[in-house]
């Protein structure tokens, strides 16, 4: 009797031990408000919708420690509308994330499944719309991806540890052609610093046949040559393009309670022409390239009130056309906003958007305003504003 008093005793001991090295999260964010459109499509919009500052969502993500510094982890992310339920991402279960990994104290995580690139991962945090903004205050059409419209399916993802101050990332996403082992590829390099008030990033990107492979991940269906997985007007013509490329560079310095921040990317849609890519209506050939600057400001009010303001600019260099050269629009792009914590896990937020855009855009025709995610203007300015109340949990 004495001896089997000592071994449950002995097992309760053990189970707490065993269950502090496996840990399983269940973690989210409900974000819903309002919403006001000078110019959707020519009316007046006023309308609620969901995950304009953060994506609604819910997750699990997990870890088991296997010694040595060692750690096997997962994460399963699902996107939804808070206002209907309906799932995100192309209506996919764990549409934002679904990967699989090996973490190590000494060698950094590698992860398998589908992902960020590294223009996300590195630069994101640097752009306006990540921070207090949202969608609504990204690039043009998020052409350069920093707002993360686009995961990556099939990736293979490697992210350093920081070592004197500096980490690096690289992923290469499996096309999936049979018989074609570059077709419909991916990949991708980051590498960021930080020491005190300043933080440094620089990352590049690359996607094979994009309207498919990379834009199209965005889908419920397989996309196909004769689909548009580009919705913004800003680049929907350019579907045709044989690859896409994101150079992009970062910084922010801190000022006390002020941050100043900016952004550079150099976009390509380059080969224009591949029909077995996407359609070409227009007869575009050789590259379409945008350059993007933005500059950004954050200030803390108080440790609960935080205001902010962004301005982004946006030039679309010349394309051949069949009919000469000719798309070359602008974008103008200021942002304000601000953003107050009612608690360590609610906060409600303001925030403003005026666009102006000049020019001929990617279908040919004279540029509209295209605020990130909206409905397009049906003339060359538009203004929104949000009113959100975010959850997280």
Same mark, same amino acid.
């Given at each position: 009797m004495t001896k089997r008093i000592l071994g449950i005793a002995a097992l309760s001991l053990m189970a707490p031990l065993s269950h502090a090295q496996t840990s399983v999260t269940l973690y989210g964010i409900i974000d819903e408000g309002a919403n006001y459109q000078s110019n959707?499509? &020519?009316?007046t919009l006023y309308n609620l919708t969901s995950g304009v500052l953060?994506?609604?969502?819910?997750?699990?993500?997990?870890?088991? *420690?296997?010694?040595?510094? @060692?750690?096997?982890?997962?994460?399963?992310? !699902?996107?939804?509308?808070?206002?209907?339920? $309906?799932?995100?991402?192309?209506a996919r279960l764990f549409g934002r994330q679904s990967y699989? &990994?090996?973490a190590s104290d000494?060698?950094?995580?590698?992860?398998?499944?589908?992902?960020?690139?590294?223009?996300?991962?590195?630069? &994101?945090? #640097?752009?306006?719309? *990540?921070?207090?903004g949202g969608y609504i205050t990204a690039h043009p059409g998020d052409l350069d991806n920093f707002n993360n419209t686009v995961r990556t399916n099939n990736a293979i993802k490697y992210q350093s540890n920081t070592y004197n101050d500096v980490s690096f990332s690289g992923m290469y996403s499996l096309g999936g052609q049979a018989g074609n082992a570059t077709g419909n590829q991916v990949w991708s390099l980051g590498t960021n610093y930080a020491r005190g008030p300043l933080s440094l990033a620089a990352a590049y990107l690359t996607a094979r046949t994009p309207n498919a492979g990379f834009f199209g991940n965005s889908s419920a269906s397989a996309v196909t040559s004769a689909s548009v997985s580009l919705a913004s007007p800003v680049t929907t013509g350019f579907i045709s393009a044989h690859s896409y490329s994101v150079a992009a560079a970062a910084g922010s310095y801190a000022?006390?309670? $002020?941050?100043?921040?900016?952004?550079?990317s150099y976009t390509r849609y380059s080969d224009l022409g591949d029909l077995s890519a996407g359609a070409n209506p227009h007869g575009y050939s050789g590259t379409a390239t945008f350059n993007n600057v933005e500059l950004n400001a954050k200030y803390q009010l108080t440790p609960a009130l935080l205001i902010g303001a962004?301005? *982004?600019?946006?030039?679309?260099?010349?394309?051949?056309?069949?009919?000469?050269?000719?798309?070359? $629009?602008?974008?103008?792009?200021?942002?304000?906003?601000? *953003?107050? #914590?009612?608690?360590? !896990?609610?906060?409600?937020?303001?925030?403003?958007?005026?666009?102006k855009a000049s020019g001929v855009d990617s279908r040919d025709?004279? $540029?509209?305003?295209?605020? @990130? @995610?909206?409905?397009?203007? @049906?003339s060359n300015h538009m203004a929104t504003a949000r009113l959100g109340l975010r959850y997280k949990f």
């Open positions: 959707a499509g &020519g009316k953060s994506g609604s969502r819910w997750g699990l993500k997990g870890s088991e *420690d296997l010694g040595g510094g @060692n750690r096997a982890l997962f994460v399963l992310e !699902s996107g939804f509308d808070a206002g209907t339920g $309906a799932l995100g991402q192309g699989i &990994g090996l000494k060698y950094g995580t590698l992860m398998l499944g589908r992902q960020y690139d590294s223009v996300v991962t590195s630069i &994101g945090l #640097f752009e306006v719309g *990540d921070q207090w000022i006390g309670r $002020a941050t100043l921040g900016a952004t550079y962004a301005y *982004d600019y946006t030039s679309g260099g010349s394309v051949a056309t069949s009919t000469g050269e000719k798309p070359d $629009a602008k974008y103008h792009q200021v942002s304000i906003g601000t *953003d107050y #914590f009612l608690s360590k !896990s609610t906060d409600i937020y303001l925030v403003g958007v005026y666009q025709v004279a $540029a509209v305003a295209a605020v @990130n @995610n909206l409905t397009p203007s @049906n």
